[in-house]
């Protein structure tokens, strides 16, 4: 279906995905929707958008969107650094244990959902690798989606492009879902209390420095390095290691968190300025990941894969949910946590973000980052013991 705005048309095109994440920061500063995260706002805004036909769909189309692409390819490598630099490697050891228990447990629970739904839905003669290439998805985000389905030979199978559509549809409703939780006030029984900010923690905070156009210089400087270096390093360090994975995101990641602990005081008057820079990238690449949600496609290839995904993300939910009491996980834990585990470290990072828990956003970066490690793995098993 051809948009208002076609793809060639790159300054609208960016002009709309910019336009999406102002709208969803500005609502969120007014509270013009409550309690709905301003992140919430940009993706549905932008997933409206690209259903009415007014930008181009993102993905489900044989239409390549530059803009889009360079959301993808650039965005994202930079914003992890930018807002890792108030990183502190020894308070994430302390707080991250709680974040990566609950990862561990919402991916028991898309191992155990999986079977359920193989059991309850007939997806064909090749349902085993569908089931593992959906299940790898699921742990760990879909940077597992093309690795699971090239090591499983399910890259030329008809419903592989089918499968890409839902995925994007199913986990993007899921992620909009998991920002309404907090207000859900039948579920908070199963939560334990939130912890309190210290009230030092809060007051260096608003010691931070302003934003300034040294600061914002220097802040993306470093972290366009940083992204450079370890993209430079990705293959060498895949090659040396012999894995198919992108380990680019990963190097990036602890290249950023190396210099932010190794120079933690010069850093410091950058904290405030790069961590706006780096979730204003973020609100960005989420209108875009909003943007590719395609209804068409997902119309056209039947509700038995829709479904599909669907009991695995509701038995995911209500596993993670129900051992929230038993291990003490408070709300924000098992959303971050399920962010993780279904669309990876570049959702679950800016959601602890816009949903004021800063002291998240490293480990959610961390545990996405081992479900991209796990998530093949686990894949390629479940279809090997379903075919």
């Known amino acids: 279906m051809n948009s208002l705005i076609q793809a060639d048309q790159h300054f609208l095109?960016?002009?709309?995905?910019?336009a999406a994440a102002a709208f969803g920061i500005w609502s969120e500063y007014k509270k013009w929707f409550g309690k709905v995260s301003g992140i919430l706002v940009?993706?549905?805004?932008?997933?409206?958008?690209?259903?009415?036909?007014?930008v181009p769909v993102g993905s489900g189309t044989n239409v390549s969107v530059p803009v889009y692409d360079m959301v993808f390819d650039y965005f994202i490598p930079v914003s992890i650094p930018l807002l890792l630099f108030s990183s502190n490697i020894l308070k994430i050891?302390?707080?991250?244990?709680?974040?990566?228990?609950?990862?561990?447990v919402g991916a028991v629970g898309v191992v155990v959902g999986c079977f359920v739904a193989a059991s309850v839905i007939d997806l064909g003669a090749d349902s085993g690798n569908t089931a593992g290439v959906i299940a790898a998805t699921l742990v760990g985000g879909s940077i597992n989606f093309v690795a699971t389905g090239e090591t499983l030979n399910f890259s030329t199978n008809p419903y592989f492009s089918a499968t890409i559509a839902v995925d994007n549809f199913a986990?993007?409703?899921?992620?909009?879902?998991?920002?309404?939780?907090?207000?859900?006030?039948?579920?908070?029984?199963?939560?334990?209390?939130?912890?309190?900010?210290?009230?030092?923690?809060?007051?260096?905070?608003?010691?931070?420095?302003?934003?300034?156009?040294?600061?914002?210089?220097i802040a993306l400087f470093l972290a366009i390095g940083i992204a450079a270096l370890g993209g430079w390093l990705s293959p060498f360090i895949q090659?040396?290691?012999?894995?198919?994975?992108?380990?680019?995101?990963?190097?990036?990641?602890?290249?950023?968190?190396?210099?932010?602990?190794?120079?933690?005081?010069?850093?410091?008057?950058?904290?405030?300025?790069?961590?706006?820079?780096?979730l204003w990238m973020m609100y960005a690449f989420?209108?875009?990941?909003?943007?590719?949600?395609?209804?068409?496609?997902?119309?056209?290839?039947?509700?038995?894969?829709?479904?599909?995904?669907?009991?695995i993300m509701v038995f995911h939910f209500l596993f993670l949910t129900a051992s929230a009491r038993l291990f003490k996980l408070?709300?924000?834990?098992?959303?971050?946590?399920?962010?993780?585990?279904?669309?990876?470290p570049s959702v679950a990072a800016p959601m602890a973000a816009s949903l004021g828990q800063k002291r998240m956003v490293t480990p959610a970066i961390?545990?996405?980052?081992?479900?991209?490690?796990?998530?093949?793995?686990i894949g390629v098993s479940i279809a090997i013991v379903l075919s």
Do not use: C
């Open 42 to 54: 940009t993706m549905i805004s932008m997933s409206i958008l690209a259903m009415a036909g007014v």
């Open 171 to 217: 986990a993007n409703l899921y992620v909009l879902f998991l920002f309404l939780v907090p207000a859900l006030a039948f579920l908070k029984r199963f939560w334990s209390p939130t912890p309190v900010e210290p009230a030092d923690e809060g007051k260096e905070q608003g010691e931070q420095a302003p934003v300034t156009m040294e600061r914002m210089a």
């Open 239 to 278: 090659h040396l290691i012999g894995t198919e994975l992108n380990l680019s995101i990963l190097l990036i990641t602890l290249l950023a968190l190396l210099v932010a602990n190794l120079f933690p005081a010069r850093l410091k008057p950058l904290e405030n300025t790069s961590f706006s820079i780096g």
């Open 286 to 311: 989420l209108a875009v990941i909003g943007a590719s949600t395609n209804i068409y496609e997902v119309l056209k290839v039947g509700p038995s894969l829709l479904l599909f995904y669907l009991i």
């Open 330 to 344: 408070n709300v924000y834990d098992v959303i971050v946590a399920s962010a993780a585990n279904v669309m990876g």
């Open 13 to 18: 095109v960016l002009t709309m995905v910019v």
């Open 93 to 104: 050891i302390r707080e991250s244990g709680k974040l990566l228990l609950a990862f561990i």
């Open 366 to 377: 961390l545990v996405g980052i081992l479900g991209y490690v796990m998530g093949t793995f």
